[in-house]
């Protein structure tokens, strides 16, 4: 990165706010894959000079898979803990790339003293460019053949279909539907803490059946939103040896690619 990022405790030192807090999440944070997710979003909201901070080390888990995997005390602890520091902070705005976070920061925290406009990264994107402050040439993808896989937090979960396809729509590519999509998608089959653990026995994992989906399509790329689904599709295409045919990327990374960042 050619550029600092500064935190919510740097803004705080200085007398200011940021425009927004990029909560960036578990895997956002850990994982090399999802790493790249964070770096994109990053490099997008640095070109267009979208004030935003991190919290840093005062980040924690939003306490999902605890709750999700049944320990609704340990989810009241991890909320608690972090809604303290926001508060601290007087965080009015917060934008996520996981839609984990999203619905958690977005539904669950308000009832626990947390009350904040969450945004998934694709609205907040979306909502940017309405204002006129994004502008995206996506040339590099036209003819290009992209399917999208529906986060279940982002679409089922908080009813958002529009964003991604937006975004999606501005690459010039050609916009190919799964039958499974929108209201009627399938899972990937890492909620609910499914993540974390070994799949139970069954005739197939629900990540290979909702990769053959995407692949009977034939993309070039398999679209997500979601640092999850992004580790589960990936799991799927090199299940079926595709990986050197087709991509799974996440929204921000094409978006990025399209303005060469």
């Avoid at 040339?139 to 290009?144: N, P, T």
């Amino acid at each position: 990165m050619d550029f600092t990022i500064k935190t919510m405790a740097d803004y705080a030192a200085e007398g200011k706010s940021p425009e927004v807090l990029f909560w960036v999440g578990c895997a956002g944070s850990f994982d090399d894959r999802a790493k790249k997710i964070t770096k994109a979003f990053c490099k997008i909201l640095n070109k267009i000079g979208v004030e935003f901070a991190v919290l840093g080390q005062e980040e924690s888990c939003t306490g999902d898979p605890a709750k999700r995997a049944g320990n609704e005390f340990v989810f009241q602890m991890m909320a608690l803990t972090n809604i303290e520091v926001l508060n601290a902070y007087e965080v009015k705005k917060i934008v996520t790339a996981c839609p984990h976070c999203f619905n958690t920061l977005k539904n669950e925290y308000p009832s626990l003293g947390g009350n904040y406009e969450v945004l998934h990264h694709t609205q907040f994107l979306k909502e940017l460019m309405n204002e006129g402050r994004l502008k995206i040439e996506g040339g590099s993808f036209k003819g290009k053949k992209i399917t999208f896989h529906d986060p279940c937090y982002l679409g089922r979960g908080n009813d958002e279909y529009e964003a991604p396809r937006m975004l999606l729509e501005k690459l010039d590519a050609e916009l190919v539907e799964m039958k499974r999509c929108k209201s009627n998608g399938l899972c990937c089959g890492a909620g609910g803490a499914q993540m974390f653990k070994e799949p139970e026995k069954g005739i197939k994992d629900i990540n290979v059946e909702r990769t053959e989906e995407a692949l009977s399509l034939e993309p070039k790329i398999i679209a997500t939103g979601c640092p999850f689904c992004n580790t589960m599709m990936t799991d799927g295409v090199k299940h079926f040896n595709k990986n050197t045919e087709v991509e799974v990327k996440d929204i921000v990374e094409l978006l990025a690619e399209a303005e060469d960042l």
